[in-house]
């Protein structure tokens, strides 16, 4: 597998450089990174959390070093933040992703190690482990590793550690925090520093599948999957006519994932859970995918749609996010009673919390705040039903009213014993559905990307709000397709197609 393209090169060209007001340092503790080590601006990532019109009107370069880049971590929301600001960040969340486990990062092994022991026949010294700051290696000999590595996983700082049993092959590769940076590391990492934020960096660009067919992936495990099995068969039904082979395939084939040409992915939807991995290794291998990580990423944390949201002038609910600080009586009295709680990235309504007293707020945020740094509140705006607007490559393609589950103030409701009750729906053609709903979904949407989403919405009486974004919408032929019928799946499969074609250089 070919490796991407550079994205450490430096670009010296005059006129091409960034003014230092271009890069900005994030650290958890200013003793981290010190003002007085970098001409840059040096911020903690608490106060760049908490501000987000800093910047406002530029895109700066920002260099995330923090402790951790832990799931929910504060330097995992300075990174998920930087991307929905439109700023130019790294490491990037897919980065630390990848990074957090060895089975993430796998698929760059066979050339890295390759890359290994092609130092080493040229006499590179022998070491246990290296340290990499931004494409630069500290242990002579292994430059062209250095910035293969840099070039697969943009990170500033890397220690990659080799197999004492197997010496030429790795073992493990890591992020290092900038407090573990002593002596002679420390001053190795800033001379890197001073030399990369002198350029600029490039974009990765996509590989090329070469046939079309198109693999489904479902859990039969699931019991709420987000399109039926019996959907499912009508869609390949469908794809057949079209003369489009399918396969549906389940969480233990991403070996195999490799002999389709696209993936379309029909199970609820994590970056936690094997979803994420399939929309990797499709990426990695050029197919187009619904969902895509980038999608996954940003539709399932609700912060992150918060800001880029209010950003782009869509209206949201009253909205605000908490940490543990976070004076929680003030919220109350500036969101009015009750308050909506949410956890970043709950789904089907899971996770959420209605707070009718500032001592149900308080219960509610002390128990997510053991799972995450960040809490969404929001005002109660209670409908009827809800919108839901599906999109596809910025297009508006179903519309479709959930009405509240009896006796709830959610379209389902989540039953003590786990079982899921939900409301009645109606499906309208998409030309007769309010035209203010359709425009601020189609906008809200075409801010995530240009694959499939379904945005939901609330029409207030007082104008329309977004209220959450879906990268796996729902979807059966009985419910969403009820109006359009087999063409929904015309519509999906023609959007591939359409990919392909343009990867290919032919008609697929």
Known sequence: MAKPPSFWSYLFAKGNRPLMSDWL????????????????????IADYLSNPKLFSGRRPYVLNLARSYGYQSEGYYASLLAEARGHRVSPSILTMKELSQKGLYAHALPELNARLRDCRSKGAQHADKIFIAFSRCQTPGYERLAREVSDWFRTPALEI????????EIARIRTVPPHKLKDERRAFFLDALKAYTAGRVKAEKSRTPAKWSLAILMDPKEKTPPSSMASMKRFANVADKMGIEVEVIDPSDLPSLSEFDALFIRATTSIDNFTYRFARRAEQEGMPVIDDTTSMIRCTNKVYLKEILENAGVPIPPTEILDEKTNLAAVFE?????????????????????????????????????????????????????????????????????????????????????????GEHLTIAIEDAPKEVVDVAVKAARLIGNGLYGVDLKDTGNGVVVIEINDNPSMDYDVEGEILKDELWRKILSWFSNRLEQRLGFQA
Request: proline share 6%.
């Open 334 to 422: 500036r969101l009015g009673s009750p308050v909506i709680l949410k956890t970043p990235d709950g789904s089907f309504g899971a996770h959420m919390v209605k707070a009718n007293t500032l001592d149900e707020m308080k219960a509610g945020t002390e128990k997510m705040f053991r799972e995450t740094a960040l809490i969404i509140a929001q005002s109660f705006m209670p409908t009827a039903f809800d919108w839901r607007i599906g999109v596809l490559g910025g297009e508006p393609i179903y519309a479709c009213q959930y009405e509240m589950a009896r006796g709830h103030w959610q379209i389902v409701k989540h039953g003590a014993d786990g079982k899921m009750t939900e």
């Open 25 to 44: 340092i994030l650290v958890e503790s200013l003793s981290d990174i010190g003002q007085a080590e970098t001409p840059h601006k040096v911020m903690r």
């Open 161 to 168: 550690e080799f197999d004492p049993k197997q010496p030429d």
